[in-house]
Each structure stands twice: as structure tokens, then as C-alpha cells.
Nanobody, 122 residues
Framework: QLQLVESGGGLVQPGGSLRLSCTTS????????IGWFRQAPGKEREGVSC????????KYADSVKGRFTISRDNAKNTVYLQMKKLNPEDTAVYYC???????????????WGQGALVTVSS
């Protein structure tokens, strides 16, 4: 079981930025497509973004397109989600997941992190 760990969550004011990181102690992240998902209180989980194993292709949900950027540094075994122009609707627990399908649906991923809370509030 691949152990994924998210970090970088926290409280930010509307209009602010945060960068989430997803890493693992095993040097195997480079073999996986990585997706970022989020779940707000009382809402279903939503696919936010994903990136192929080589980092050559990315996808974004319409709700974050132009504000969020996914990237990866396979040498550091880390995938990032840079979030800008955050608004209260972005408040959620953010999860990274590893799989072999380049999709924004959860069924494409087999390994999941524990999540990082992002709160956007003034």
C-alpha cells in the first residue's frame, strides 16, 4: 500500500494562495498518475486536477481552471497543487491519490492520502 501524505493546508483569506504538496516515503510516485480531489462539508468528493506520471499532461475541473496549477517533481517524489485566488467555495479537505488512469473521477485511483484541510475565510 502506497502511503501518500498531503501537506500545506491551512487558513487563508479570500483572494489568497496556498500550495499543497503530496509525497510518499517510497520512491515510486513517478510511476503513477496523481490526482487531487476535495470534499467540502456536506458535499460529494470532487476531482480537482490530475497529472500524468511524466508530468506531460494535466486536467482541471472547470471550477478551478485558471486558478490552480498542478505540477510534479519526480526527483523530489512530490506533486504540488498551487492554488491562487482562493474563495470560500474552495474550503474543503484536499486529498491526493495515485493511480494509472488519467481521469478526475475517484475510481481511477487506488492509493489515497489522509487529506489536508484548506479553509478560506476572512
Amino acid at each position: 500500500q502506497l502511503q501518500l501524505v498531503e501537506s500545506g493546508g491551512g487558513l487563508v483569506q479570500p483572494g489568497g494562495s496556498l500550495r499543497l504538496s503530496c509525497t510518499t516515503s517510497e520512491n515510486t510516485l513517478e510511476y503513477y498518475t496523481i490526482g487531487w480531489f476535495r470534499q467540502a462539508p456536506g458535499k460529494e468528493r470532487e476531482g480537482v486536477s490530475c497529472i500524468t506520471s511524466a508530468g506531460t499532461d494535466t486536467k482541471y475541473a472547470d471550477s478551478v481552471k485558471g486558478r490552480f496549477t498542478i505540477s510534479r517533481d519526480n526527483a523530489k517524489n512530490t506533486v504540488y497543487l498551487q492554488m491562487k485566488k482562493l474563495n470560500p467555495e474552495d474550503t474543503a479537505v484536499y486529498y491526493c491519490a495515485a493511480g494509472h488512469r488519467f481521469v478526475l473521477t475517484g475510481d481511477g485511483y487506488v492509493h489515497w492520502g489522509q487529506g489536508a484541510l484548506v479553509t478560506v475565510s476572512s
